[in-house]
């Protein structure tokens, strides 16, 4: 069954102390890993998409980086607007409808 | 471009009571998608469609139907709502099967 896991599940950072959020999955194969980030009562928010092993994307203070068995997201010189939920799903290879499986979600808190 | 949109925002209900949420996409995507987020827990896929006239039943499908009778929209119904019900719903939508999914802004739905 996939499986993905995400810690810690809480981060407290001050403001331009840099960090890595961590994202494990168990997948038969896979199609693809996705970031969203997650303000309170609002929607989740597309961030990344990776695909294969060793490819890294960059959006301005994250970057999100995959291997074979996880994915972090680094936070750098962080703000406290980057405050939030992020949040990894991954798709299976084997899914024929594009099901994601998400994970429970860091929620990260920066203080200026 | 609204986007993916939810009504209504949030809503209660006594035991018992049915409702429907409507959500509406202007992306012109095929996919579209209603998820439940319970705290600790992560998004969970309740039912799925895959193009006009088709649904499916996704991982948690109990007491909820779902109807996609035009491309932009897809209507999750609750037919006699239940205090495990209450929780937080989104709907998303996505262009291709390999792509991300979009979310719209969530309801708060309470049972009592």
């Known amino acids: 069954e996939d499986q993905v896991t995400q810690s810690p599940e809480a981060l407290r950072l001050q403001e331009g102390e840099s960090s890595s959020l961590n994202c494990s999955y168990t997948?038969?194969?896979?199609?693809?890993l996705f970031w969203y980030r997650q303000d309170p009562g609002k929607g989740p928010e597309f961030l990344f998409t990776?695909?294969?092993a060793g490819e890294e994307k960059e959006k301005e203070r994250l970057k999100a980086t995959l291997t074979k068995k996880e994915s972090f997201l680094h936070i750098t010189a962080p703000k406290p607007e980057d405050s939030a939920t992020y949040l990894c799903?991954?798709?299976?290879?084997?899914?024929?409808?594009?099901?994601?499986?998400f994970g429970a979600g860091t929620q990260v808190v920066v203080t200026p | 471009n609204a986007g993916v949109t939810q009504t209504p925002k949030f809503r209660v209900l006594k035991t018992g009571q049915s409702m429907t949420l409507l959500c509406a996409q202007d992306?012109?995507?095929?996919?579209m998608y209603w998820y439940r987020q319970d705290p600790g827990m992560g998004l969970r896929l309740i039912h799925y469609?895959?193009?006009?006239?088709?649904?499916a039943k996704g991982e948690v499908p109990d007491g909820y139907n779902v109807s996609r009778l035009k491309k932009q929209n897809f209507l999750l119904g609750l037919e006699s709502a239940a205090p495990s019900q209450t929780s937080v719903y989104f709907c998303?939508?996505?262009?291709?099967?390999?792509?991300?999914?979009?979310f719209g802004p969530g309801t708060r739905l309470t049972v009592t």
């Open positions: 998303a939508s996505s262009y291709s099967l390999a792509s991300e999914q979009y």
């Open positions: 997948v038969s194969g896979l199609r693809g």
């Open positions: 990776l695909y294969s």
């Open positions: 799903a991954v798709q299976a290879l084997t899914d024929s409808w594009g099901k994601f499986q």
């Open positions: 992306m012109n995507h095929e996919y």
């Open positions: 469609s895959v193009g006009e006239g088709t649904t």
